[in-house]
């Protein structure tokens, strides 16, 4: 490690623990000599100079807290000594410039993905069945078990095997030998593919559609529109029972208004209309079938890196991600800005204490109003109800060095890079403008991802320091560690290591390119992402009321 220690910003007055440091210690900076008053674990903070009760306190160039008591030099950053406090913002007071990132290498190249009538072009074609509420979730499950195995989408339970070896072994008097039994793991298909040029039939069960206020029944509407609009989706199966909130007729007024032109095969059906369960059952596992066979035909062709749309996310974070992994893919996100595609930051309780500047980053003053509308009508529905974005670090956030929501949030808007912000959208809107974007979704993992893709994001680049397995039932979910160890620890679900930042053997920039190369294999269909290998389809519509 070239650096054992790290200043994130010239006008920061704490510093970032890169490894761990011992109590007593003396390190240099900037000519100055600190003697370590507490031990600080790698990823924590230590003040530069002393800190005063009441002083503020800095990081990423913004206010991340205050000092509750005196700090003294070299004293560990806490809890028990640091208070959330971040400055107020109002409209835009100024434009920030960009200068855009050199992208002649990136120009020319392109990623096999599934063109789409309306232009769109998919990293993936699959095939949905959707109910439209709650009491359609058996049918579903009943069509998932009836395709999946017989077309070759499914897996093999390796638990299901284990749990018959143990049976076997205990049937046979042979107790002793189950507590040195080991898992024999395998990915392998049941059967061979039936559609080769299908990657899946996705299943988006849920429990909204009925019972809630309608506004909710609404957005779900909007949500499953937004998939089934989605360029990594060929068509669309949707079960209704014909009485509940959301209606056949909202979900295709929304589909309208994402595209008037509309023409992917929907096949819908109302179980209050087809008569028995098997009728219905029956009809729709035929139809289903027989438009498989069409959504078959089509290929993977070249495409530009435009028609990448790239969602930017993180979960588990930790001390690390806000100069590792999160800036990484802010360099991904202003390559490929600059190469007419379109990226996406939401998280919005993770972007409390940088709002200003990301208001100075809107072109326009109606995007700026907007997202000031946003963030603080979503403050005050936390506030409502005793909560606020304050209280969002988890306890895996403020083990490993995140200790304020400020702290969290300086270091999650990274992901959004440098460039200009061309739109600010509410929940669950669909994005349509090249550049970056921003996104109103809670932090909750699976929540965020489920809106992110709804939004219409082919590609999504998630950066986690703990460890998550989050994924999406259509979209890779591409996870990035903030640190080597985590890496190492928890390889299934982890795809790209941005340890090397840490260490000093690999800059931001070129570790963002080497995201930028991932993405265009993972795009391709020639590498799968470990979430997709793990079959880990995360489906959670997000209600309007506080989550965080």
């Not at 100024?94 to 050199?102: L, N, V």
């Not at 001390?319 to 390559?335: C, E, K, L, M, R």
């Amino acid at each position: 490690m070239l650096h054992r220690f790290l200043k994130i910003h010239p006008n920061d007055n704490v510093l970032v623990a890169l490894t761990d440091l011992r109590k007593g210690e003396t390190v240099e900076f900037e000519g100055s000599q600190i003697v370590l008053v507490d031990d600080i674990q790698a990823k924590h903070k230590f003040a530069q100079t002393p800190l005063a009760a009441g002083d503020e306190i800095l990081m990423y160039g913004s206010l991340v807290g205050k000092a509750v008591y005196d700090i003294p030099q070299g004293g560990v950053l806490s809890t028990a000594n640091v208070q959330h406090q971040v400055h107020g913002f109002t409209g835009k007071t100024k434009t920030i410039g960009w200068t855009a990132p050199d992208v002649s290498k990136w120009v020319n190249r392109t990623f096999m993905g599934y063109h789409r009538e309306d232009g769109q072009v998919g990293t993936g074609n699959y095939w949905l069945v959707i109910p439209l509420v709650f009491c359609e979730n058996r049918n579903v499950d009943i069509i998932k078990q009836a395709f999946l195995d017989e077309l070759g989408f499914g897996q093999r339970d390796v638990y299901k095997s284990y749990v018959q070896q143990m049976v076997d072994l205990y049937q046979s008097g042979n107790t002793e030998a189950i507590g040195t039994l080991t898992l024999q793991k395998t990915t392998a298909p049941v059967q061979r593919r039936v559609f080769e040029n299908i990657d899946g039939i996705k299943f988006l069960t849920h429990e909204g559609g009925c019972g809630g206020i309608r506004q909710d029944s609404d957005m779900l509407c909007a949500l499953l529109a937004g998939y089934i609009h989605h360029p990594n989706v060929a068509g669309a199966t949707v079960l209704s029972l014909g009485c509940q909130n959301a209606q056949v007729s909202i979900l295709e007024e929304k589909i309208k208004a994402l595209n008037p032109n509309f023409s992917k095969p929907l096949i819908v059906l109302e179980q209050q209309k087809e008569g028995t369960e098997e009728e219905m059952m029956s009809k729709a596992i035929r139809q289903t079938f027989l438009a498989l066979i069409e959504a078959d035909k089509l290929t993977r062709k070249p495409a530009p890196l435009s028609k990448l749309s790239i969602g930017l996310e993180c979960g588990g974070s930790d001390g690390f991600s806000g100069i590792s992994a999160n800036p990484a893919i802010g360099h991904t996100s202003d390559i490929l800005v600059a190469l007419g595609g379109k990226t996406v930051l939401s998280e919005f309780p993770e972007l409390c204490g940088v709002e200003q500047e990301l208001i100075n980053r809107c072109e326009k003053e109606e995007s700026a109003d907007r997202f000031v509308s946003l963030m603080r009508a979503y403050a005050k529905s936390a506030e409502a109800v005793g909560s606020g974005f304050d209280m969002n670090p988890s306890p895996g956030n403020i083990r490993d060095g995140l200790i304020t929501d400020a702290i969290k949030s300086a270091g999650a808007a990274k992901k959004g890079g440098n460039s200009p912000i061309v739109d600010v959208l509410d929940y669950p809107e669909y994005v349509t403008k090249p550049g970056l974007n921003l996104l109103c979704t809670p932090g909750n993992d699976v929540e965020c991802t489920t809106a992110l893709v709804g939004s219409g994001t082919n590609i999504v680049l998630f950066t986690t320091g703990l460890g998550t397995p989050t994924g999406n039932p259509i979209t890779p979910v591409i996870k990035i560690s903030s640190n080597t160890k985590l890496a190492q620890r928890m390889p299934d679900i982890i795809d790209i290591d941005t340890g090397a930042v840490i260490s000093g053997e690999k800059t931001i920039e070129e570790m963002g390119e080497d995201v930028l190369d991932f993405i265009i294999e993972v795009a391709s269909g020639r590498i799968e992402t470990k979430e997709k290998t793990l079959q880990q389809d995360d489906f959670i519509p997000w209600k309007r009321g506080v989550s965080l």
